[in-house]
Structures are given as structure tokens and as C-alpha cells.
């Protein structure tokens, strides 16, 4: 080999370098809800339940109420997951996930009834018209009991955070095996 030869990088490695911070941080994940709304904090206190090793692929976005920042915050990411808390009737701490880039193509039938009536799916639509937003792309909905005011999760959720973390856990490592799998696909 010519030692005086650029280096230069094989396919695969313009493909995953990871150089900048979202690169670096492959994954955005992104938390909704109200802090004084009870259980509507459900994604913010499932997030602080991860273990440390969850960070060291994601960036995390605590946004609150203030969806509008959504589509800012993720589509420089190669995949996005956002949390939030959902009213479905079903049983406390259920857990619904949806492939997010399927539902704002309008090719899924399921609906999830989220506790900010799922405005910022549509603030998504709009900027998904207008940017490319990561792929893969999940929403993680977890089933409230209460979101009345309260600084408070309900004893129920408290309860089944442990079981919260390590499921978003192993979505989000199934996340980076997905990534992992595209940047090995041939072209």
C-alpha cells in the first residue's frame, strides 16, 4: 500500500460515521407531558428511571407541553422515539407502541387517544411534508390512570416504573440494532 495514498473510506463508513452530535447520538427520544398533571409526567419520569448505558446512544429531549419544538428536535436523528402519556381505557401502564412514520403516512388504522389530543401528530405531518424525519421512528405511549392535577404519579404507574425503563430499554436497543442493520445493508 502507498503510505503517501489518501485514506480513503469504504461505503459503509460514509455511511456511519459518527462524527457530529446527532450522529454520535443516533437516537432522539423525546418526552411529552405535564408535570402537574399526574400521570400525564409519565414519559419525563420513565426516561429518569433508564439506566445511564440507555444515554450512551440517545439524546434526550424533554419538551413538556411544547410539542411545536417536535420535529426540530428529532429529524436530524437517524431514529426517534417519543413518549407520552395515553387514555385508551385500558389497564394503567400499558404500553402501546406505533411505528410513527406508518401513521403519518395515513397507512395505519390505530389510533392512539393521547392526553394532548395528539396535536403534535399533526404538527409532525406538517414538518414531515417539508423534511425527511427519522427512520425508524416509534411512539411509546404509556396508560394513564389519572391526569388530574397532581405533582404526583398515581400509585399505579409509581409502581410499574421499573418495568417502564426496561421496556423502553429494549426498545430503544432494538432501535440501534435496526440502525445497526441499515448501515450493514447493501446499497
Same mark, same amino acid.
Given at each position: ?60 429531549? &424533554? ?15 437517524? @431514529?426517534?422515539?417519543?413518549? &407520552? ?6 389497564? @394503567? ?28 401528530? &399533526? ?31 398515581? &400509585?399505579?404507574?409509581? @409502581?410499574?416504573?421499573?418495568?417502564? @425503563? ?22
Amino acid at each position: 500500500m502507498n503510505e503517501h495514498a489518501p485514506n480513503i473510506p469504504t461505503d459503509s463508513e460514509l455511511v456511519c460515521l459518527r462524527k457530529t452530535l446527532t450522529e454520535r447520538y443516533p437516537i432522539g427520544l423525546a418526552t411529552i407531558g405535564n408535570s402537574l398533571r399526574g400521570d400525564d409526567n409519565i414519559a419525563a419520569r420513565v426516561c429518569d428511571a433508564l439506566p445511564s448505558s440507555a444515554f450512551e446512544h440517545v439524546c434526550r429531549y &424533554d419538551l413538556g407541553t411544547y410539542t411545536s419544538f417536535l420535529g426540530e428536535c428529532l429529524r436530524k436523528h437517524k @431514529a426517534a422515539i417519543i413518549l &407520552d402519556a395515553t387514555e385508551n381505557d385500558t389497564t @394503567a401502564g400499558a404500553i402501546s407502541i406505533v411505528d410513527m412514520k406508518t401513521l403519518l403516512n395515513g397507512n395505519c388504522n390505530i389510533k392512539i387517544s393521547s392526553s394532548h389530543g395528539f396535536s403534535f401528530l &399533526d404538527e409532525l405531518r406538517m414538518c414531515h411534508q417539508s423534511t425527511p424525519l427519522p427512520d425508524p421512528f416509534f411512539f411509546f405511549g404509556i396508560e394513564a390512570n389519572s391526569v388530574e392535577w397532581s405533582d404526583h404519579l398515581s &400509585d399505579d404507574l409509581e @409502581a410499574k416504573l421499573p418495568w417502564l @425503563a426496561e421496556s423502553l430499554n429494549l426498545l430503544i436497543d432494538r432501535t440501534l440494532e435496526m440502525l445497526e442493520e441499515q448501515c450493514t445493508r447493501p446499497a
